[in-house]
């Protein structure tokens, strides 16, 4: 059996797999409710390194968060 992929993980066992569509979609709309900034999810990952390296944390810490 190989390694999962996204489409076939399942948030829990018995429940729908994970879709990554689906996703993207929800964090425009909990960032919409939440009066942020709209930006695409997989910006995300680029605007935490930036923060981690403002708050100066160890760039080996600030590896694992990323």
Not at 7 to 25: C, D, E, K, Q, Y
Not at 38 to 43: S, T, Y
């Amino acid at each position: 059996m190989g390694a999962p992929t996204l489409a076939t993980m399942r948030p829990r066992p018995g429940t729908a797999p994970l879709r990554p569509s689906r996703r993207v979609i929800q964090a425009s709309r909990d960032a919409r409710r939440a009066s942020l900034r709209v930006i695409p999810l997989r910006n995300t990952r680029h605007t935490c390194s930036s923060l981690l390296v403002a708050l100066k944390v160890h760039p080996k810490v600030a590896m694992g968060r990323v």
